[in-house]
């Protein structure tokens, strides 16, 4: 019998590292101030949620915010918070939501959710740690301009983008993830 424990932390590391190397290729978009660049490192983690369950995909956005911390930071780790709890906001709802019953239209309801909490949830984060934490600055009513102008639009962009492509390609990754109980279920019949 194959240790499941054993598959499990080889999808996770797997997705990690693939979620690492997606987060290096970042770009700017038109219009968005430089800071908040658009990568595709939460694929992996959406991806591993909606297969391996809505903590998998947590923990695959830790690991990929902690290689990055290591390999790449600019920003002394606030970035990487920033992108962890945008990443982990944005899979957890969006998994958990899928879970409760696995379906296409689940799917894009647990995406729209998970995109808005995501959204909402920066907006605050932002707001209260990120921002004073990079510009060692109290918190300040002046940053709300910048929030409501950029951030805000700019994740729900990014959830709009994530969650396209993740209803593109996780129909046919998901055979991938879950061919273990393939093979045990054509084993038993």
């Known amino acids: 019998m194959r240790n499941s424990k054993l598959q499990l932390i080889t999808k996770i590391g797997i997705l990690s590292a693939l979620a690492f190397l997606l987060y290096l290729v970042e770009f700017p978009l038109p219009f968005f101030p430089p800071f908040l660049q658009i990568d595709l490192g939460d694929l992996p983690a959406i991806i591993g949620a909606f297969a391996l369950g809505p903590w998998v995909g947590v923990i695959i956005q830790l690991i990929k915010n902690i290689l990055h911390v290591i390999a790449r930071s600019q920003t002394g780790g606030i970035g990487e918070l920033g992108n962890f709890l945008t990443g982990a906001a944005y899979v957890l709802v969006a998994a958990s939501i899928y879970h409760r019953n696995k379906s296409k239209k689940t799917a ?8 808005i909490v995501m959204s909402v949830a920066m907006c605050f984060f932002n707001f209260f740690i990120l921002i004073p934490v990079f510009t060692n600055s109290p918190i300040s009513m002046e940053n709300i301009p910048l929030i409501l102008t950029a951030i805000l639009p700019f ?6 983008i994530l969650s396209v492509i993740t209803l593109m390609l996780y129909k046919s990754l998901s055979p991938i993830l879950h061919m273990e109980a393939y093979k045990q279920k054509q084993a038993e019949n």
């Open 155 to 160: 994740n729900l962009l990014k959830g709009v």
């Open 108 to 115: 894009i309801f647990g995406l729209t959710t998970g995109t």
